[in-house]
């Protein structure tokens, strides 16, 4: 992977497949004069990071891939499946004041207004609650419907999605969260899961630890 640092050792493995691959671990073995067994890990994470690649009987050959681009295939890869967090919904009737209680009892900056069938009609972030407790209304009494924004205009997620374009609709959208949903046979959408700004730096962590293990 891009973020790996490559020893000294390894570094020379990708020079010498990149000048003379494909070329079998033996040979690249006796060109640095260690055994195949001693040169094994090194070429084990050289191939699983994506540098090389290796054919039976032929050999390994250097990729081609610059760091960004490895990256970028790890990351379309990842399915935000793997990753999404629990839902919190309220329905449409809520109030204002219970949609703050529940995000903050909750912890979380997002909350999923569904319908009476719990399906999915609109979305209320700390934004829109703050807003609206600004005002001189009354919180108890004002429906969370009213401030919330409302489907079409909800940026959503499909469980398999990639969390590079999820990361993306973040970023260009400038929101911290978005309902991962499934699509009914009406037309309607179920929330079976939430999007966040932390799982997406859960699966860099999660990048980061697993490249470690190995």
């Given at each position: 992977?891009n973020?790996v640092?490559?020893s000294k050792?390894?570094?020379?493995?990708?020079?010498?497949?990149?000048?003379?691959?494909?070329?079998?671990?033996?040979?690249?073995a006796?060109?640095?004069?260690?055994?195949?067994?001693?040169?094994?890990?090194?070429?084990?994470?050289?191939?699983?990071?994506?540098?090389?690649?290796?054919?039976?009987?032929?050999g390994y050959?250097?990729?081609?891939?610059?760091g960004?681009?490895?990256?970028?295939?790890?990351?379309?890869?990842?399915?935000?499946?793997?990753?999404?967090?629990?839902?919190v919904v309220?329905?449409e009737?809520?109030?204002?004041?219970d949609?703050?209680?529940s995000?903050f009892?909750?912890?979380?900056?997002?909350?999923?207004?569904?319908?009476?069938?719990?399906?999915?009609?609109?979305?209320?972030?700390?934004?829109d609650?703050?807003?609206?407790?600004?005002?001189?209304?009354?919180?108890?009494a004002?429906?969370v419907?009213?401030?919330?924004?409302?489907?079409?205009?909800?940026?959503?997620?499909?469980?398999?999605?990639?969390?590079?374009?999820?990361?993306?609709?973040?970023?260009?959208?400038?929101i911290?969260?978005?309902?991962?949903?499934?699509?009914?046979?009406?037309?309607e959408?179920?929330?079976?899961?939430?999007?966040t700004k932390?799982?997406?730096?859960?699966a860099?962590v999660?990048?980061g630890?697993?490249?470690q293990a190995?």
């Amino acid at each position: 992977m891009n973020n790996v640092e490559l020893s000294k050792r390894q570094q020379r493995i990708v020079e010498i497949v990149k000048g003379k691959g494909p070329i079998t671990g033996e040979q690249i073995a006796d060109i640095l004069e260690l055994t195949r067994a001693t040169l094994r890990p090194d070429l084990t994470v050289l191939t699983m990071s994506g540098y090389l690649d290796a054919r039976p009987r032929v050999g390994y050959y250097y990729t081609g891939k610059t760091g960004g681009q490895l990256f970028q295939e790890r990351m379309l890869k990842m399915r935000v499946k793997d990753f999404q967090s629990i839902p919190v919904v309220i329905p449409e009737s809520a109030s204002v004041y219970d949609a703050i209680c529940s995000m903050f009892l909750e912890d979380v900056g997002t909350l999923f207004v569904v319908n009476g069938r719990s399906k999915l009609i609109g979305i209320v972030s700390r934004k829109d609650l703050l807003r609206a407790s600004m005002g001189k209304q009354e919180l108890e009494a004002l429906p969370v419907s009213i401030i919330m924004t409302r489907m079409p205009n909800v940026t959503m997620c499909a469980p398999d999605d990639s969390m590079l374009e999820v990361a993306n609709k973040l970023i260009s959208k400038q929101i911290d969260g978005l309902p991962v949903v499934k699509k009914d046979s009406n037309g309607e959408y179920d929330v079976i899961g939430r999007l966040t700004k932390t799982n997406i730096t859960k699966a860099f962590v999660f990048m980061g630890t697993e490249e470690q293990a190995k």
